[in-house]
Structure formats: C-alpha cells, structure tokens
C-alpha cells in the first residue's frame, strides 16, 4: 500500500523574500553549469564531471553585469547584495570599483584606445583600425580593468555614492 502525503506551505513576506532569492540563485547557477556542460559535449565530445563544474563556478565575474544598477537600488535586498559583495570582496583581498554601466567596453580597442561606431550584439568579434582582433567579451573585460585599475590608483571612490 502506498501512502502520499501532502503539504502546504505559507510563507510570510520575509520568507518569500528569501526562498525567491535562494531559487533564483539556485537556478541561475543551474542553468550556467548546465551550459557549459552542453557546450563541452557538443563541442568536444566529452563529458564533464561534477567536480569539473564545480571548479568552473568559481566565477570571478561582475555582479553588476547580472544585475543592473536600478533593480539593485530599487530593493533592500539589491542594496544587501551590495554590501555583502563588498565585504566578500575584502575577505579575498578584492575590491569593487563602480564602473559607469554605459561606458563602451566592447566597443573601445583595448590596445590603442579607438572606438567603434556601432557594434551590434550579434558581431562576437571585430578588428580595430590599428589591426588588433578583438573578442567582444575578452575586449571589454580588458577595457573594464583598466578602468578599474586607473579610479583606484587616481584615489577615487573605490564605492558608489550612497544615496
């Protein structure tokens, strides 16, 4: 005889606050380990291990590139996130430099400086007038830490204004 048991759960507004930001966290970190692990088998015929996914998410990435800037102020969980990223930040010897969120990493040659006019989504790489080929995302990253570095050692505000 098989039995079945049935549960309702009623979670006040702190709770849901919390399952959302868990799952949410949960999901998005699904979804990047299940990329990947796709990428690798249809690319290379291979398959990863758990502990291979695991390494890959140690992710050194920009929380704000998830995240944009309105929806984090907008909350006081987005404001929390913040924080917590700071401080996290300075247990691993890190520090969060704002950078401004239009500025034109992709499109800016991160070896002489050049900008492209317009540079759709869609065009993963482009070459710069000074004959450097560039990957969009490797580009803008460079393009970020050197902004990154330059308002650090200019002294400015490390964090954003609170307002």
């Given at each position: 005889m098989k039995r079945a048991y049935r549960y309702r759960f009623y979670p006040n507004q702190e709770q849901v606050?919390?399952?959302?930001?868990?799952?949410?966290c949960v999901r998005y970190v699904y979804n990047r380990a299940l990329a990947?692990?796709?990428?690798?088998w249809v690319g290379e015929q291979r398959r990863i291990s758990h502990a291979e996914t695991?390494?890959?998410?140690?992710?050194?990435g920009?929380?704000?590139?998830?995240?944009?800037?309105?929806a984090r102020s907008r909350?006081?969980?987005?404001?929390?996130?913040?924080?917590?990223?700071?401080?996290?930040?300075?247990?691993?010897?890190?520090?969060v430099i704002a950078v401004d969120r239009w500025y034109p990493s992709s499109k800016t040659c991160s070896s002489c400086g050049a900008q492209v006019e317009s540079l759709p989504l869609n065009i993963r790489g482009w070459t710069c007038r000074c004959g450097v080929v560039h990957d969009r995302d490797v580009?803008?990253?460079?393009?970020?830490?050197?902004?990154?570095?330059?308002?650090?050692?200019?002294?400015?505000?490390?964090?954003?204004?609170?307002?």
């Open positions: 606050e919390n399952l959302a930001r868990t799952f949410g990947e692990r796709h990428r690798a695991d390494k890959m998410l140690w992710w050194s920009t929380w704000s590139e998830i995240v944009p800037l309105p909350t006081r969980r987005g404001r929390s996130c913040g924080r917590m990223l700071e401080y996290k930040a300075g247990w691993y010897g890190r520090t580009n803008a990253a460079r393009n970020l830490l050197a902004v990154g570095l330059t308002v650090s050692a200019c002294g400015d505000g490390v964090r954003p204004p609170r307002s």
